[in-house]
């Protein structure tokens, strides 16, 4: 099949595209550095000629609510057009567990919109919520570390495998649509505050966190929240495994 890769060079695109490409399938990537441009719309339509389905992995890294909205639901309105004009048969998003339940959140506020653009597009599709990526923890980490110390929100997560995602999104390309599927999970719930100590620690790096609700999480998202639903379709990598194949990175000065 011959299928189109939107976010191709991000996270999750990138594993994407190296599995389809691992089964013999034709893969098209769309991104900017791919000369395709979502948020203009340059390049669609060349990208989408004979493409079958496409995997949305797209994101924004807008901090505030209407610019996040703005960019994400632009770039998903462009790209369905598109897909419409190619006839595509397949839009499958990547989206994330626990949106509908949180109203504060910039981000998800943007995911909320794009799914909503999709489920009520003409192109037939499949919606894939996820949940935070095994490697999410030491991101939020990231975002505050300064000298040594980092805030993080002590969240109660089930996170999944980057790969393993990108497995699920390629298995559902290559089938029909299916509306709205299960949430996808890993095998175990997870704090976040611990979650980045031992990331931190199978790293080799030495980094003090500071559990907080005063940082980009607040406690709209406390308990369950960001758990997945009953019937959740659970992947197998576990957060264990997963830290036992990061490799080791050296002290930051």
Not at 58 to 72: I, K, M
Not at 97 to 124: C, D, F
Not at 246 to 253: F, G
Request: charged content about 20%.
């Amino acid at each position: 099949m011959r299928i189109a890769v939107a976010g191709a060079t991000g996270n999750i695109g990138s594993l994407a595209t190296r599995a389809l490409e691992r089964d013999g399938h034709q893969v098209v990537g769309i991104s900017r550095s791919q000369g395709v441009d979502l948020l203009t719309g340059d390049g669609l339509d060349r990208a989408l000629t004979g493409v079958d389905a496409v995997i949305d992995a797209t994101n924004t890294t807008a901090a505030e609510r209407s610019a996040a909205v703005g960019q994400l639901g632009a770039m998903t309105r462009n790209l369905l057009a598109a897909e419409e004009r190619a006839g595509v048969r397949h839009h499958v998003l990547l989206s994330i567990v626990g949106i509908h339940r949180v109203e504060g959140n910039p981000h998800y506020a943007a995911k909320r919109e794009q799914e909503r653009l999709v489920t009520e597009g003409r192109v037939p599709w499949t919606i894939v919520p996820a949940t935070q990526f095994h490697d999410f923890a030491a991101m939020v980490a990231g975002w505050t570390e300064k000298d040594g110390v980092a805030t993080v929100a002590p969240l109660l997560v089930q996170p999944v495998a980057p790969a393993d995602v990108a497995d699920v999104l390629v298995e559902v390309a290559l089938g029909h649509p299916l509306g709205r599927h299960a949430d996808l999970a890993g095998p175990e719930p997870q704090d976040l505050v611990d979650m980045a100590r031992r990331t931190h620690q199978a790293q080799g790096r030495q980094v003090t966190l500071v559990p907080t609700w005063s940082g980009a999480f607040d406690t709209e998202m406390a308990g369950n929240v960001l758990l997945p639903g009953e019937g959740a379709r659970i992947a197998p990598t576990t957060f264990a495994d997963w830290l036992a194949e990061l490799p080791k990175t050296a002290e930051r000065a």
